[in-house]
């Protein structure tokens, strides 16, 4: 039982570069959650899904977009990478207490 | 204002002491709470589940007042290993589930 995978878990960006990181459950969760988390700030929540084919902005959702197209799947997106971006993200899964991944370290230079 | 404040911290205290956190809360349609433990460059981990009743895990009891939007923690017999922070965490049902964090308060116990 895997709990709540993130890949990668390291990634060094340009600046206007894209990527799309990968949050998987294999919990059958409804809820799934990308946060970012950065010195001094806590986790802020950039978006989340409550089920398959929703998602919800959260309180720093510019610069990300996501997609829950599959259940077990929660993608996040950055477009184009700004240095503001640099910043731990963690993915989080659950319906009544949550599982997080290890997390993402992106630097965008 | 921010939806979930916590004292900011850091609480340094001996092994053996008592120690509380406290966490407030904005938004009355908040349903459930918990607190979760994170170390030092690591994914936050779930402590405890908060109910109005109260409730207690070993050396961790949580506590939570409705009326008041408050949320607390206390830790009894401290043991060095408790040194991590603590995040108090706010599920909003009635924004489809939204789960905020508080910022975290920092808790060192020193021998």
């Known amino acids: 039982n895997a709990g709540v995978t993130q890949t990668p878990k390291f990634r060094v960006l340009k600046t206007g570069q894209s990527m799309t990181l990968l949050c998987a459950q294999d919990?059958?969760?409804?809820?799934m959650y990308w946060y970012r988390q950065d010195p001094g700030m806590g986790l802020r929540l950039i978006h989340y899904?409550?089920?398959?084919?929703?998602?919800a902005k959260g309180e720093v959702p510019d610069g990300y977009n996501v997609s829950r197209l599959k259940k077990q799947n929660f993608l996040l997106g950055l477009e184009s990478a700004a240095p503001s971006q640099t910043s731990v993200y963690f993915c989080?899964?659950?319906?009544?207490?949550?599982?997080f991944g290890s997390g993402t370290r992106l630097t965008v230079v | 204002r921010k939806e979930v404040e916590q004292d900011p911290g850091p609480f340094n205290v001996p092994e053996g002491a008592t120690v509380a956190f406290n966490c407030t809360y904005s938004?009355?349609?908040?349903?459930?709470f918990f607190w979760y433990r994170q170390d030092c460059r690591k994914e936050p981990k779930l402590l405890m589940s908060?109910?109005?009743s109260g409730n207690e895990d070993g050396r961790f009891t949580a506590q939570l007042n409705r009326a008041s939007q408050y949320i607390s923690l206390l830790i009894r017999d401290s043991k060095l290993s408790d040194s991590a922070t603590y995040l108090c965490?706010?599920?909003?049902?009635?924004?489809?589930?939204?789960?905020?964090f508080g910022q975290g308060t920092e808790l060192s116990v020193k021998p």
């Open positions: 989080a899964s659950g319906d009544n207490g949550y599982t």
């Open positions: 919990m059958n969760h409804e809820y």
């Open positions: 899904s409550v089920g398959e084919g929703t998602t």
């Open positions: 938004n009355s349609a908040s349903q459930s």
């Open positions: 908060v109910y109005s």
């Open positions: 965490v706010v599920n909003i049902y009635n924004q489809g589930g939204k789960l905020i």
